[in-house]
């Protein structure tokens, strides 16, 4: 028996489980119930990727292990990555790391106590009325992934939701491929199918997409900025293409550009979605926190889980994880969505940092990704055998150039003098610069001129 008088069944290496039975007899019925002879059947491993018992590690002492890391790291290029295109490297204030490392935060996982993890619901109802505010939208989630997967699941809302039946999903022909490919893979085992709309110069080719939009469509997708740093105009022309078919209209941004340009909700977008952790988190090329806003009337359909408050038996304010529609709360046929891993950390980290900017702070911060943005193009242009912008619009942190030279071989010049940018065509570089790469831009203008007059 257990500490509690709870039965304990005992694994073949002794060690005690209070959850699953591991014994014998009760193994050989359950695969007996399955109709295989062994555990090892019911999982098909192929053999060259199998534990055989060791690791082949050689045990190391700490300070040769740390030896080894630092070397290993130390191969790494140190350059200045200019390279944008989703990943954008904000600068993030000590104060963020300071409070969500303390140990009340860096041990709660996912807030299923209220009565223990007051402080952190009330972090992550904040978030929410933070993009609440920001996107003009009633309801947001404080737990998605990644830019990504919210629009995965803003695609997969519009399919519930629809009163009619319907598709096809429109994004931009630019939408990059990685944020496709996971759009693709959330709508793999519906009837959703994905179809890209032309662009114009950057942005929405609105009327070649009046021209694709029929009643089967579920949902129209636009970014502002766009994947090429351009700020997205009539923005409220292609809201009001969708709902003419009864389809919703997704809109992609973050919280910094929210900050500046036009409410999502008065150019008539239902959902909103982008990556969060452009605040909090510096760029990780992989990690991110998903943004998703939506309006009330969906408040039912949308992944995750909400925080909300109330009051207690005493009358004070109180918070609670509130609206959990994934399956791991609710029966499985009626949940919304499987996402389960909590970013909520993440959220705080994104909702601490916007406190300490505050509604000035963040204008500031977004003005500056505009001038900083136009006055590198202009500097760039100005060198022989370059085009900058490309696009004859306004940009937001970055923009295209065109080069006389191929891109490919100006990228790997820069790189040798410490610059990295995105080479997307053959005589295109895209180039993003932030807050973060500022006092660098001299030295990188300087390195185009000169990989430029070889």
């Known amino acids: 028996m257990g500490d509690g008088g709870t039965p304990v069944t005992r694994t073949p290496d002794g060690a005690g489980s209070p959850y699953a039975p591991h014994d014998d007899a009760e193994t050989a019925a359950m695969l007996s119930a399955v109709g295989v002879d062994s555990t090892e059947e019911l999982f098909d491993v192929p053999e060259s990727v199998r534990f055989d018992g060791d690791f082949g590690i050689e045990p190391r002492s700490e300070r040769a292990v740390r030896e080894e890391v630092a070397a290993m790291l130390g191969r790494n290029d140190d350059l200045v990555e200019l390279l944008g295109r989703g990943h954008y490297d904000h600068y993030v204030p000590s104060l963020v790391d300071h409070i969500s490392q303390r140990a009340e935060f860096l041990t709660s996982y996912t807030q299923y106590q209220p009565e223990i993890a007051q402080g952190f619901l009330q972090v992550l109802f904040e978030y929410q009325s933070l993009f609440v505010e920001l996107t003009g939208l009633e309801i947001v989630n404080c737990s998605m992934y990644d830019a990504a997967t919210a629009l995965g699941e803003a695609a997969t809302l519009a399919d519930r939701v629809r009163s009619a039946s319907g598709h096809r999903v429109l994004v931009p022909e630019q939408l990059r491929a990685e944020r496709r490919d996971v759009l693709e893979n959330y ?41 090429r740093g351009t700020i997205e105009e009539g923005l409220s022309e292609l809201a009001d293409l969708a709902h003419d078919q009864d389809a919703l209209f997704c809109l992609g941004s973050d919280p910094v ?45 949308v992944p995750g889980r909400l925080v909300g408050a109330s009051d207690d038996a005493d009358g004070r304010r109180a918070y609670t994880l509130t609206l959990q529609t994934r399956e791991q709360h609710i029966r499985k046929e009626r949940a919304t969505s499987n996402i389960c891993t909590n970013q909520a950390w993440v959220a705080l980290r994104t909702a601490i940092h916007a406190a300490w900017l505050g509604p000035s702070g963040l204008v500031e911060e977004a003005e500056r990704a505009v001038t900083q943005a136009r006055d590198l193009a202009a500097r760039l242009d100005a060198v022989s055998g370059v085009d900058a912008p490309v696009n004859d619009r306004h940009h937001f942190r970055e923009f295209v150039a065109r080069t006389d030279r191929p891109a490919d071989d100006v990228a790997a010049k820069l790189v040798d003098r410490g610059f990295a940018v995105h080479a997307i065509d053959d005589h295109e570089l895209q180039i993003c610069a932030t807050d973060h790469d500022e006092a660098t831009l001299d030295e990188f203008v300087a390195a185009v001129e000169e990989v430029l007059e070889q």
């Open 257 to 301: 550009a929210l900050s500046l340009l036009e409410e999502p909700a008065s150019v008539g977008a239902d959902v909103v979605v982008g990556d969060a952790s452009v605040l909090g988190l510096p760029a990780s090329y992989g990690m991110g926190l998903g943004l998703f806003a939506t309006r009330e009337e969906y408040v039912r359909q």
């Open 187 to 227: 709508v793999s085992g519906t009837d959703l199918v994905v179809e890209p709309y032309p662009m114009a110069d950057g942005n929405a080719d609105r009327e070649s997409l009046a021209d694709l939009l029929d009643e089967d469509a579920v949902m129209v997708y636009a970014e502002t900025p766009t994947v």
